[in-house]
Nanobody
Framework: AVQLAESGGGSVQAGGSLRLSCAAS????????MGWFRQGPGKALEKVADSDAEGASDYGRSVKGRVAISRDNAKNTLYLQLNNLMPEDTGVYYC???????????????????WGQGTQITVSS
């Protein structure tokens, strides 16, 4: 069965850093676009970053310059390094994957792609 398991979330103070991991199983992520999304309290789901099968990366405007997405296809694991965290970064962070194209936030409700259960990040000021 396909599974995406996020880990690495936690509580940090503003200015701190965290590294999230997403362990994929049941498929080979080397051929997939892998992405990170987040949903803050009372906010809509938004894309944080994605990494396609060719290795190209894209970042959301609100996090650009503060996060880095990377992937280790041999370990079937996706990472997200978050630096200079701010209280507005608080939320649940989800890992997602799709074979055809990089997912958008609307795809989760549409049932497209694979999605993890999420890991919580709380940033205090």
């Amino acid at each position: 069965a396909v599974q995406l398991a996020e880990s690495g979330g936690g509580s940090v103070q503003a200015g701190g850093s965290l590294r999230l991991s997403c362990a994929a199983s049941g498929f080979s992520m080397s051929r997939y676009c892998m992405g990170w999304f987040r949903q803050g309290p009372g906010k809509a789901l938004e894309k944080v970053a994605d990494s396609d099968a060719e290795g190209a990366s894209d970042y959301g405007r609100s996090v650009k310059g503060r996060v880095a997405i990377s992937r280790d296809n041999a370990k079937n694991t996706l990472y997200l390094q978050l630096n200079n965290l701010m209280p507005e970064d608080t939320g649940v962070y989800y890992c997602a994957a799709d074979r055809i194209s990089c997912l958008q936030a609307r795809d989760r409700d549409a049932g497209a792609g694979y999605w993890g259960q999420g890991t919580q990040i709380t940033v205090s000021s």
